[in-house]
């Protein structure tokens, strides 16, 4: 998604008894705006520790499906030594371990009090 100013890192709605928090996990500087990959969670309540786990899946399904998952930890059981099964793990773990950071970085940013009142609420 593209936005001409900084979007804020998370942004929340509510819908009856819904949160809807949206995380941009990444935002990059593009021309005149900022590049950004988001993923939005469903929760009973503010953003907290709780929902760390639901962020990382988030995160990580967004790039890969859970058939796609499997498909790569199958190779690897299958192969080890191939390179391309070797690199589409490492690849794979290494997006996870983005989505753990900004996970963290998100849970972080609400502890401090600037998520939930410093947010965009719609």
Do not use: F
């Amino acid at each position: 998604m593209y936005y001409e100013k900084r979007p804020p890192l998370i942004s929340v709605s509510k819908s009856g008894e819904k949160y809807h928090s949206t995380l941009n996990y990444l935002i990059e500087e593009s021309g005149d705006g900022y590049e950004v990959a988001s993923v939005t969670i469903a929760t009973d309540g503010p953003l907290s520790e709780e929902h760390y786990g639901k962020l990382v899946s988030a995160i990580v399904r967004s790039r890969y499906s859970e058939d796609d998952t499997e498909a790569i930890i199958c190779n690897y059981s299958l192969t080890p030594r191939s390179s391309v099964a070797k690199d589409e793990m490492n690849e794979l773990q290494q997006w996870r371990a983005m989505a753990k950071e900004r996970a963290k970085d998100a849970i972080e940013y609400v502890r401090e009090g600037c998520g939930a009142d410093q947010a965009e609420v719609r």
